[in-house]
């Protein structure tokens, strides 16, 4: 589901915790290292990600936010935040050049660029709660 996050919106905010759960609590961000990852580049999207991204000159980056049932990935485009809200059970993770991941959900999917070695940890720490999940 795509959604915009800008503003708060009680409707939306209700959707997101439906499909993914709510947030983590301070002492269990805590326990878990960190929810959130640094910002990734995104290299290919699908056609309705890419028209939105294509919108402003800035550079395609995104950020991803585990959930207790879910992923969130966030990307901006103009003033607007947007957000790919995906439940573990409809989430694919690919593994494919040496640096990029890519992320499916139904017609929904991101390639994304990993920088560093921290990255590389975030997409395991993924996997792992997509397993137990």
Known sequence: MLRNISYNDYQISNEIEMLVGKQFTILE???MK?????NLLIQYSNEKIENLLNL???????????????IIIRFKSLLETYALII?????????????????????????LKARNLSDHNFFKKISKYRVSS
């Open 56 to 70: 402003d000159k800035n550079l395609n980056k995104c950020n991803i936010e585990i959930r207790p049932k879910g």
């Open 87 to 111: 439940p573990y059970y409809k989430l694919k993770v690919f593994k494919g050049e040496s640096n990029q991941y890519s992320l499916y959900k139904d017609e929904y999917f991101m390639k």
């Open 29 to 31: 961000r805590i326990k």
């Open 34 to 38: 960190g929810i959130g990852s640094s």
